[in-house]
């Protein structure tokens, strides 16, 4: 028996061995690899320069910082630029500067920015009761089932999408900074962060354990709703209390007070823009990974549980680009998502697929589209800005883009310049008025939406 046993595990432990060793790095591949690398003599010269000065400084390419050209043909004007600082609030910058470019245009303020904390404190309070009451939903399902594991690996961020601007807005409004200024806190959110993520993973755990011994809905729905207050009590401490009411005081262009009156931030929002942000927009985006003119849902993209999914139609770069630039010439800047670190010349603010040559650095190809960049999680959307500006040659073609930041002063004076070119492979969403859009688009939103899972790889909340 023993022996039976004996040969049978030599056996197995042969057949382990053989597969590892047909998949495994061998001797004779490294002795390869290093021969081929120690006869190329410019391989040292590079080696050498690298760890001397770093990649992005050997990358960088010199002819494109002559080429730079800040003049735009079709701009919307801005006035001040706001700083997101180390937090991840890019999608609520750029939606409440969109929202008050057309405020200051409409009322003709002398300058005006919208209080990004106090909107904060609301998104982060309807994230959680989105977490909590998704783990109800499922907590009839195990812990190892995808979309629990989903629910607990993504309680809660500070990212988003225009849609949480739509239903964090539409249902709180909107208040000047200086009612709601930001902290310590709403600036560096990651520790913050860090501590509820650990608060609301214990509490979905006590939901699902309640659950198990027997709770009913209107007893997970008490504890729920405990559980919140302790979620308030920490925004609050964190980022202050938000107010209910405040006195504030319009001026004309030129500064000169006009009247001041008492708003509550739902009226605030009314008077000064009063848009329909969940009907008067168009999602596009462009993801020549799946399939066009088709419109997609990404589940629990959203910011509230009563709230609207990411919904959006997938469109060609050119029907995209002719809607952006017919809203930019009438001056109306859009909301719109890119991969902002990929090309990105900080210090002079250009986004350009000419700033870095890293395939001649490195003496390889980097052969990969925009759909393989994609489907391989190598791109995604990774930040929100404003889509402020355009510049049209004489065939009405454009050249470059100007777009509006949210990084203080950094980069050129607050913005980013964008090549034509460059946002072909890194633009992905935009968020433009109906009225801009061709008929079209139009009739193809439509259409009912796929559905997307949750984790799948568009989904980065920005």
Not at 100 to 113: D, F, M
Not at 326 to 345: E, P
């Amino acid at each position: 028996m023993f022996k039976r046993i004996l040969i049978a595990f030599l056996a197995t432990a042969a057949m382990q061995g053989a597969a590892q060793e047909k998949g495994a790095i061998t001797q004779e591949m490294l002795n390869g690899f290093k021969a081929g690398y120690e006869n190329n003599t410019a391989n040292r010269a590079r080696h050498n320069a690298l760890n001397a000065a770093g990649i992005e400084k050997l990358a960088y390419n010199e002819k494109v910082r002559n080429k730079f050209d800040d003049n735009f043909s079709h701009k919307v004007e801005t006035k001040g630029i706001t700083d997101q600082k180390s937090s991840g609030r890019c999608w609520l910058f750029t939606g409440l500067n969109v929202l008050r470019s057309q405020a200051i245009a409409q009322h003709k303020l002398p300058k005006l920015t919208f209080s990004q904390n106090y909107n904060f404190f609301f998104d982060q309070l309807e994230k959680a009761n989105l977490f909590l009451q998704g783990v109800i939903d499922t907590s009839d399902l195990p812990m190892e089932d995808r979309q629990v594991e989903w629910l607990f690996k993504n309680p809660i961020a500070d990212g988003g999408t225009f849609c949480g601007v739509a239903d964090i807005v539409t249902k709180y409004g909107v208040v000047p900074t200086e009612v709601m200024a930001e902290t310590e806190v709403s600036n560096s959110t990651s520790a913050f962060r860090k501590h509820m993520t650990t608060r609301l993973r214990e509490d979905g755990l006590r939901l699902r354990q309640a659950k198990a011994k027997g709770a009913d809905e209107k007893a997970l729905q008490d504890m729920k709703t405990q559980q919140l207050a302790e979620v308030y009590k920490m925004l609050a401490l964190a980022l202050g209390e938000p107010p209910t009411e405040f006195s504030w005081t319009k001026r004309d262009s030129k500064g000169n007070a006009i009247e001041t009156k008492k708003y509550t931030p739902q009226s605030f929002y009314k008077e000064l823009l009063g848009n329909d942000l969940k009907n008067n927009y168009v999602m596009l985006m462009n993801d020549p990974s799946r399939e066009y003119w088709k419109v997609y849902r990404i589940d629990y993209d959203r910011h509230s549980y009563d709230g609207q999914d990411w919904t959006y139609l997938n469109v060609p770069m050119k029907d995209l680009k002719e809607a952006a630039i017919k809203s930019i010439k009438d001056s109306t800047a859009m909301y719109f998502s890119c991969d902002v670190g990929k090309f990105l010349d900080r210090e002079r603010g250009v986004l350009d697929l000419e700033n870095f040559d890293y395939e001649a650095l490195f003496d390889t190809k980097f052969g990969m589209d925009k759909a393989e960049r994609i489907s391989t999680w190598a791109s995604a959307s990774s930040h929100a800005m404003t889509l402020s500006g355009v510049d049209l040659d004489e065939k009405e073609q454009p050249k470059k883009w100007l777009i509006e930041n949210s990084w203080g002063k950094s980069g050129h004076d607050g913005y980013l310049v964008a090549t034509d070119d460059w946002m072909d492979e890194y633009l992905f969403r935009l968020v433009v008025d109906k009225k801009y859009v061709s008929p079209k688009i139009l009739k193809a939103l439509k259409q009912e939406p796929i559905t997307l899972p949750s984790w799948d790889h568009l989904f980065l909340n920005n």
